[in-house]
């Protein structure tokens, strides 16, 4: 405090030696926070050898590059690609021949809470010839067959008996049965209906309340299944308009991928926030100092309201500037669409592809021929996946991000009163009979935002699952930072991981 305080009056101004302190204690805990950030050793990231192994670039992402008529990229235009992709460059990056992607300049951001983007490592993406993502695209093309199927009819209906039959034989499925097709198996998730009541009860919104019935894609209507149309998509071309039905409850994979498609990034989320503080002081997490010790206070600006909906947005931010390194700089995989037109082109044996044998035998790949006349994977929107790379999901790590803030300050325990269940029709929300906890609904959110995105058919499961993953790390890091600006006394956030 002297060098500033001296410094101050060398210039003839008054020293107020409180001011100072304060910032002198404001600067101890940025350094501080800096200093935690800068002890851990850089991450060593494993990235599968695709990229390396297939010179066509077969099994890495080109979507809006230029292709042939296999939909395999131009090799000068991947190189100018590659070449952005590990030097970061502006000028590189808009050297590259390709449409419109989405911020791939986002990958060499920086940022001031939390970890750095590039500080958090995944795993490899399942390899392009491996078992695993042979079973991750047989489940999607499953998916894709039962979207119009009630959650509530999954195993009770032919499709999804058929899935679940089918998807046994994948090793990373031998476990799936009526309960858990098409979940994630996070923690407290496979109890009560498939769908998070924090995506069907009513969201207090200041004056007014939102009831969340949503517009849905027409049964039977998908996209990306005529082979001119998916090349021109492959190759940048704008996407035919969808047509919708009337707004209902989430009840079918239909109806929670279209409300994937549109919504802004952390929405689901501010409205689970919404939801839960309206539950009252008893939601809150018991660590929270002004739910006991605090009782003549409220939070508000600190362990409060406007506390917890700011962090939810600044989580999002974090967890997507780390997906995006990842997505970007490092792994470059190819979308479920553009794996669903090596498939085509092998089965008709326009060529030929390391595509595993037990995906090439599932029963899923004829079914599909037989309702669209293509082996192409069957997209809910009519532009298909987006314009970046594949792994890992950005609404995955969004969703892990979230959710892990959520945990952190509301009671996990915490029972949801008047828990609700949409009917097969989604027409009218009904009473589900049972006990459902804020714990395993936030986990059953966390599940049901990446799932939706792979039930729509442009997103793997592991592109989800290790975007919670990253995103849970990405949002451990933020609280404790958030932790260290307090001026309660405050023990820190604890959660249950996924």
């Known amino acids: 405090m002297g060098g500033l305080a001296e410094s101050a009056q060398a210039s ?42 297939y010179a066509n670039k077969m099994a890495s992402y080109t979507k809006g590059m230029p292709h042939n008529h296999l939909g395999e990229v131009d090799p000068d235009a991947y190189a ?30 920086f940022q001031l809470m939390g970890a750095d983007s590039h500080d958090l490592s995944l795993p490899a993406a399942p ?26 009819q999954y195993g009770l209906e032919p499709v999804t008996a058929a899935a679940i039959q089918d998807l046994k034989r994948f090793p990373a499925y031998s476990h799936v049965n009526a309960g858990n097709l098409f979940r994630a198996s996070l923690p407290g998730e496979e109890v009560g209906p498939y769908i998070s009541q924090f995506l069907l009860q009513p969201i207090p919104y200041g004056m007014t309340t939102i009831t969340q019935s949503y517009r849905i894609g027409d049964a039977g209507r998908d996209y990306l299944t005529d082979y001119d149309d998916w ?29 994937v498609h549109t919504d802004f990034t ?37 362990h409060g309201a406007a506390d917890i909906l700011s962090m939810i947005a600044e989580a999002s931010h974090c967890a997507l500037k780390a997906a995006w390194y990842q ?29 595993d044998a037990m995906l090439l035998d599932s029963p899923v790949l004829e079914q ?47 029972v949801i009163p008047k828990p609700l269940v949409s009917t097969d029709d989604g027409q009218q929300l009904i009473p589900y009979e049972g006990t459902l906890t804020v714990g395993g609904e936030l986990n059953k959110l966390a599940s049901n935002i990446p799932r939706g995105r792979d039930l729509a058919g442009v997103h793997y499961l592991s592109d989800g699952y290790q975007g919670l993953l990253l995103g849970q790390a990405v949002a451990t890091a933020m609280l404790k930072d958030v932790k260290r600006t ?8 604890t959660f249950s991981p996924f």
């Open 12 to 53: 003839g101004l008054s020293v107020d030696s409180a001011a100072v302190s304060r910032s002198l204690q404001a600067f101890q805990i940025r350094r501080d926070a800096a200093f935690e950030q800068i002890m851990h050793l850089p991450p060593v990231s494993s990235v599968n050898s695709d990229e390396e192994i």
């Open 80 to 109: 100018v690609f590659l070449k952005a992709m590990r030097t970061g460059n502006p000028d590189d990056c808009a050297a590259i021949p390709m449409a419109s992607q989405v911020n791939p300049m986002a990958a060499f951001a």
């Open 127 to 152: 390899a392009f010839a491996s078992v695993t993502q042979a079973g991750e695209m047989a489940e999607l093309y499953w998916a894709a067959l039962a979207r119009d199927v009630p959650f509530s």
């Open 231 to 259: 090349l021109a998509i492959q190759n940048g071309s704008l996407a035919k308009a969808p047509t919708f039905t009337k707004a209902q409850y989430i009840s079918n994979a239909r109806g929670l991928a279209e409300y």
């Open 266 to 302: 952390y929405q689901a989320f501010l409205n689970a926030a919404l939801i839960l503080l309206s539950y009252g002081r008893e939601a809150l997490a018991d660590s929270n100092p002004y739910k006991q010790t605090l009782g003549n206070q409220q939070g508000f600006i600190s």
């Open 327 to 355: 997505k970007w700089a490092l792994h470059r995989k190819l979308r479920p669409e553009m794996l669903g037109g090596r498939v085509h082109n092998h089965m008709t044996s326009a060529a030929h592809y390391p595509i």
């Open 368 to 414: 599909v021929f037989s309702q669209h006349g293509s082996y192409l994977l069957p997209s809910a929107y009519p532009e298909g996946s987006p314009l970046h790379p594949s792994y890992p999901a950005g609404h995955g790590a969004i969703a892990g991000a979230c959710v892990t803030v959520l945990k952190a300050c509301f009671n996990e325990s915490f």
């Open 486 to 493: 307090y001026s309660e006394s405050f023990s820190g956030f």
